[in-house]
DNA sequence: ATTGACAACGAAAACGTTTGCGTGTTAACA
DNA sequence: TGTTAACACGCAAACGTTTTCGTTGTCAAT
């Protein structure tokens, strides 16, 4: 078991300085062709490469970014995750991943693990958890030390910080839209509680296409369901509710769910009640998962574009931290940067399938 | 912006000295009772936490561990990092991401980067590419260098390592031997190439299952399908394979497929030429996703517990480094470590739904 | 008064880098 | 021959910790 070797060790087994060494492989002209070449040379050969911790503590820059999520075992944040790492690593930096499982504790934990020197800055969603008791104190503190966060699709305005959103409230607009246009005139919502903004903004929006074409919205055509009833425990429960919220709205012709979930236990359960979709029963749902693609008839659905949120996040969070070195000790103007924090809206895409006319 | 205080900044402010400041703040005993108490309420009050890197510089480990995979849009991979994480936060560290995208090179690339300091050891499954090209230099080298490495789901007998697989044979044959019991005497079997190892073991259990039973295998029921058509692009190419396939076989009154998408596109092309569903034809896949729970008809599955997969690959990661740690300088003995490399075997589990009778 | 013990603290090395500055050698020039 | 400039390299600080080994000062015992 041969170690990694250092430059110390390259020194001394050729007697020569760590500075010489250390110059001579970043081919510094300070250092003469002969020992250059045998410097580089025995470096190539033990395959030195430089220790990332030294190098970080030295440029009290880590290259490295955390990424803070609710869950991984979600179709949506993975597909940020990928993007994330997409231009993370073309840019030369890696990630380090906390889970806060939604809730608010480990959220405050696993930052402060993080920040505590591991990362350059956050990517991250808030936890349910997190939103539903408006503490957002850590998240103040941490860009407060220095250390920026670019937050995505669960965001919030209390924070201020760079952003990457989707445009929830459109895309539902045109969903629900797309229903109308098609003949839908009682359109059902299954959403969730509102303290999560985007659940919040889809429900706007549902009710905003409504007001738009005229329709009068009937709160007994809305389903705000609890978010554990999301859990894989309960899908039974889920389906139970939506099968009893069909049974006592009986003209729903039209059903727009924030989520693909139930988008297609609603299919699920209008196929039970001998609806047939799209004649009886159009469906459309949020995100466009796995599920909605292999849902039988294939869902229509409001794609969010994960990745591309991702890859917006990383740059903007790169931008940033690279920003912050070129005007490094420019303290007086830091307001400059603090200035333009930017939030970036990706679009939206009605992907249309056999759900829907 | 106050950036995070350090032990010299308290040294300095208290006017003492730094090593004063580190034993006062760990609760050294050989500190008067006063000095302690002041510079613990110093250091509290500035929210002092010790920097990770300086930490980590100094103990020669980082407390991470790194994950390397081939995807993470992937529910199998992405419940595996979710196990990882779990008992890694448990047990104090994080977890730092790679994803090799099922490319020898980033597999490669990525490694290396990693390998420089940034972790204590890895665990990891190996891209398509690396298992194709069978040039496993990077892991035995790492290995070399002192960085344990743990290897998931595809592993590869030619590195030396623990590691931590589902019993993909057995799990077959009862899938397959389940069919058999059902009535099904022409089951066909839908699987990839043979380079991966996972999917080359569930295809001897569907062989050594009918061989148990007496059932003479034909290589008209076996459809090796091209991995490329498991990409979202080319799943209505997928599907007329698959449909080509039950046309020039109309006896097949089963299906095992080796993954739960070629699974549920066997169901829907079964529907689609009007077989029923468990009735006509008896349908099993591997790995219990999104997919086999939300099918039409559910989708009966062997499970692998990818959480528990990733749970067990931290602990023995885990155990090893700081197993490292105790007998740290013996090293005449490490042949002691070396010999004990472990095999943990997760039991697969057949997840009884309706498209089995 | 001398010794010893003990308490309370500081200096410095070490982890592995990079880099500003100093220094010795050589050769060219006046 | 003496001055100087270029060259090639070494020293040491710095990043933030922990820890070993001193170094003081005090006090009790001899």
Do not use: W
Request: charged share 25%; glycine share 6%.
């Amino acid at each position: 078991m041969k170690r990694k070797v250092t430059l110390k060790q390259i020194a001394k087994e050729l007697d020569v300085s760590i500075s010489t060494v250390s110059r001579a492989l970043s081919n510094s002209k300070e250092i003469g062709e002969e020992t250059r070449q045998k410097i580089q040379a025995f470096a190539k050969f033990y395959n030195y490469k430089p220790n990332n911790i030294a190098l970080s503590l030295k440029n009290r820059k880590t290259k490295t970014i955390g990424i803070l999520i609710p869950e991984i075992v979600h179709h949506f944040f993975s597909t940020v995750i990928r993007g994330i790492e997409v231009v993370a690593n073309q840019r030369g930096y890696n990630v380090i991943i906390g889970l806060s499982n939604e809730s608010f504790s480990k959220e405050v934990i696993n930052m402060e693990m993080l920040a505590n020197g591991s990362i350059d800055g956050f990517i991250l969603s808030i936890s349910k958890e997190t939103l539903l008791q408006q503490d957002y104190h850590h998240f103040k503190e941490t860009i407060n030390q220095g250390i920026p966060i670019v937050m995505f699709d669960r965001v919030v305005n209390e924070v201020e910080c760079d952003k990457v959103i989707v445009d929830d409230l459109i895309g539902s607009v045109n969903a629900v839209k797309k229903l109308i246009s098609t003949g839908c005139r009682n359109i059902a919502l299954i959403t969730t509680m509102d303290y999560v903004s985007v659940g919040k903004l889809r429900t706007q929006g549902y009710l905003q296409a409504l007001e738009e074409s005229k329709i009068h919205p009937k709160a007994s055509l809305i389903l705000k369901l609890d978010d554990s009833l999301a859990l894989e425990e309960h899908l039974d429960v889920l389906e139970k509710e939506i099968e009893q919220f069909f049974k006592s709205n009986n003209k729903i012709d039209g059903v727009f769910a924030v989520n693909e979930l139930y988008a297609v236990t609603a299919m699920k359960v209008a196929r039970k009640l001998d609806f047939n979709i799209p004649e009886d029963i159009q469906v459309i749902g949020f995100t466009d998962g796995v599920l909605s693609k292999h849902a039988r008839p294939g869902l229509t659905t409001v794609s969010q574009h994960g990745q591309k949120i991702g890859e917006q996040a990383a740059h903007l969070l790169i931008d940033r931290l690279e920003l912050e070195d070129d005007e490094g000790e420019i303290d007086d103007f830091d307001f400059v940067k603090d200035m333009k924090f930017k939030t970036v809206v990706i679009e939206t895409e009605l992907i249309e399938r056999n759900s829907t006319k």
